[in-house]
């Protein structure tokens, strides 16, 4: 199914640390001339609004609800399509999804053609973060069987939102249209 084609979202933009940051420690020479201070040693996520199991949870979010997204049958209704994906995305963006699969036009192919589509995701990056949402670019790969097999992969902008210690996905668009 296509996302729903809709205005972008209000981009979100990096959120000024809630603390001051501090200064990465001062790399001193070891005997062999080589930094004694590695990557390792910092700790990016005091630059950030969140934590790293907060980021792990929210792209969890993202990356199992990408691959609902990707998958579907032709004799599933859209209540039953946006089912699997209830408990993480918001009741506004079920709406709009169940919608969107629920085109007639789109429907009716997918009907024609049988088609069965089993959906995977990974994430490709982090397009941008406020201090309560993240917005990632995952890679949505389709293997659709039916009267036209074919093999698909789309690129998508899904953001997440914190609501009280629980993610879940507000919106879902083309990466190259929006969630800039």
């Known amino acids: 199914?296509?996302?729903p084609q809709r205005p972008p979202a209000a981009a979100s933009s990096p959120?000024?640390?809630?603390?001051?940051?501090?200064?990465?420690p001062t790399p001193t020479?070891?005997?062999?001339?080589?930094s004694s201070t590695t990557?390792?040693?910092v700790n990016i996520y005091q630059w950030l609004p969140f934590t790293?199991?907060?980021?792990?949870?929210?792209?969890?979010?993202?990356?199992?609800?990408?691959?609902?997204?990707?998958?579907?049958?032709?004799?599933e209704s859209a209540t039953a399509y946006t089912a699997r994906m209830q408990s993480l995305i918001t009741s506004e963006l079920a709406q709009v999804i169940?919608?969107?699969y629920a085109t007639p036009g789109v429907a009716k192919i997918r009907t024609q053609q049988k088609q069965v589509s089993t959906g995977s995701a990974v994430i490709d990056s982090l397009r941008a973060f406020g201090s309560s949402s993240l917005t990632f670019v995952v890679t949505i790969h389709q293997k659709i069987t039916g009267t036209s097999p074919s093999r698909q992969s789309t690129q998508?902008?899904?953001t997440v939102t914190d609501?009280?210690?629980?993610?879940?996905?507000?919106?879902?668009e083309l990466a190259s249209s929006g969630n800039q």
């Open 1 to 3: 199914a296509k996302p």
């Open 15 to 24: 959120a000024a640390p809630s603390s001051p940051a501090t200064p990465a």
């Open 29 to 34: 020479p070891t005997q062999t001339g080589r």
């Open 39 to 41: 990557s390792s040693q």
């Open 52 to 75: 790293e199991p907060q980021l792990a949870k929210a792209s969890g979010v993202a990356t199992e609800f990408a691959a609902d997204y990707g998958t579907f049958s032709y004799h």
């Open 98 to 100: 169940g919608r969107a």
């Open 156 to 158: 998508y902008a899904v």
């Open 163 to 172: 609501s009280n210690g629980g993610w879940q996905v507000t919106d879902i």
